[in-house]
């Protein structure tokens, strides 16, 4: 943590963390997994994977299309958290270039932030679309 910032700022691995857990946690937990779906959802899904005959146990069909639905709910979540760990990589960057160190070699520095922002921008796109599959 940098002297010149107050001791309550997260930056960095504190600041991911409290996305992972508070922020995406929060919002993961108030997801109601039945919302959008009634009971006659479930009971078509089932009898459309079953034909005429009656079920003893849901359709591995049915429970997949019923679970899918449920989990494209969490996407646009998923997605601001990938946005908001990006941004907090982006500047973790940024600030690494204030240390004493990396101010005795400023061509080094400036390699250093542009070869990492690049490499941060190239990944955002694959990570996107794994949270979108």
Request: with cysteine; proline share 6%; hydrophobic share 35%.
């Amino acid at each position: 943590m940098h002297s010149n910032q107050a001791c309550n700022d997260r930056c960095g691995g504190a600041r991911i963390c409290y996305i992972f857990h508070e922020t995406f946690g929060r919002t993961l937990e108030s997801v109601n997994p039945f919302g959008g779906l009634n009971p006659l959802d479930i009971l078509t899904a089932i009898r459309n994977a079953t034909g005429p005959r009656p079920a003893l146990f849901v359709p591995e069909v049915s429970f997949e299309l019923l679970v899918k639905r449920q989990v494209r709910r969490l996407e646009e979540p998923s997605l601001r958290c990938v946005e908001l760990v990006h941004e907090e990589m982006q500047r973790i960057i940024q600030h690494c270039g204030t240390q004493q160190e990396m101010l005795r070699f400023p061509k080094l520095h400036e390699k250093i932030v542009d070869l990492v922002t690049n490499l941060l921008r190239k990944r955002l796109q694959p990570t996107n679309s794994m949270v979108q599959n």
